[in-house]
């Protein structure tokens, strides 16, 4: 098992920047990582996704330019800094690993491919 746990949701103004955080308990460096969010009556819908070297990574184009996903592998954390924020990014965000490692992160996107879950954070913007 490696157990995820996400911290830094909140609410926060539009406009505004939440940086969301993802630490495991146990090393991940071979995971790919992925963000998740489901909105209350939406399906979980995929975020971004960030390969094992931190080298590739991918955007849902509702976020693209505006979230950044980044993981340290020293400290077993991934990050989601998330500027410019929109009423329509209120959801629970949830952190996952994969251990599939050979993918383009833009096939990364299926929440079926992910092996591990943290609990989820909930992310409020107001307008």
């Known amino acids: 098992q490696v157990p995820l746990v996400e911290s830094g949701g909140g609410l926060v103004q539009a406009g505004g920047s939440l940086r969301l955080s993802c630490a495991a308990s146990r090393t991940f460096s071979s995971y790919t990582m992925g963000w998740f969010r489901q909105a209350p009556g939406k399906e979980r819908e995929s975020v971004a996704a960030i390969s094992w070297s931190g080298g590739r990574t991918y955007y849902a184009d509702s976020v693209k330019g505006r979230f950044t996903i980044s993981r340290d592998n020293a400290k077993n954390t991934v990050y989601l800094q998330m500027n410019s924020l929109k009423p329509e990014d209120t959801a629970v965000y949830y952190c996952?690993?994969?251990?599939?490692?050979?993918?383009?992160?833009?096939?990364?996107?299926?929440?079926?491919?992910?092996?591990?879950w943290g609990q989820g954070t909930q992310v409020t913007v107001s307008s």
């Open positions: 996952a690993a994969s251990y599939i490692t050979n993918r383009a992160m833009g096939a990364m996107t299926d929440a079926n491919d992910y092996d591990y």
